[in-house]
């Protein structure tokens, strides 16, 4: 958080990087199959979300690495997520142009 960076993407995975020397930090399975598309972290950095081709947004804790919450909804791959800035809704949306508005935590 501050000093660190997410990353993720056809690999399943989410990693945890550190920003000053690039050195992997911390390595999770994101998804059981497809792409992770979508990211955001909450403004206090405390979690973060993720959606992608299992078409699942997780809500994941930062520091435990472990989701916490799952919404289930979309008919199509997940492209987008964000977290509102006020961290009381987070919004997703698919391929299929569905726009799915979620209270915190789901």
Request: glycine letters at 12%.
């Amino acid at each position: 958080r501050g000093d660190h960076i997410l990353t993720s993407g056809s690999d399943h995975k989410i990693g945890y990087w550190d920003v000053q020397d690039g050195a992997a930090l911390r390595e999770l399975q994101g998804a059981k199959n497809g792409a992770i598309n979508a990211m955001d972290i909450s403004r206090d950095g405390s979690f973060y979300i993720t959606g992608g081709e299992d078409r699942l947004l997780k809500l994941w804790s930062y520091n435990e690495g472990n989701v916490t919450n799952i919404g289930v909804g979309h008919s199509d791959v997940i492209t987008k997520a964000r977290v509102c800035p006020n961290e009381s809704i987070v919004a997703s949306v698919s391929a299929d142009g569905a726009v799915h508005l979620w209270n915190f935590p789901y």
